[in-house]
């Protein structure tokens, strides 16, 4: 089964909107996001993506779960 995860779960934010922001802020890295938006401060699993959308501007990204049979 295929899952998408499109932004931070804990704080309802999207990757979208946080990539928006991060472009028109200037803003590079996932310490500059977290320090003026509310993202990345409780379960933090959305951290890898968020460093990702940075490095590539992909803001939804692909989990394939191996569980299924």
């Known amino acids: 089964m295929k899952y998408e995860v499109t932004k931070c779960v804990c704080n309802n934010i999207s990757f979208e ?7 028109r802020n200037e803003i590079q890295s996932i310490e500059g996001l977290v320090n003026v938006l509310q993202v990345a401060t409780n379960c933090r ?7 990702k959308m940075l490095a590539t501007g992909k803001t939804k990204f692909e989990i394939v779960s191996h569980d299924e049979k």
């Open 17 to 23: 909107e946080m990539k928006t922001f991060a472009v």
């Open 45 to 51: 699993l959305c951290v890898p993506f968020i460093k």
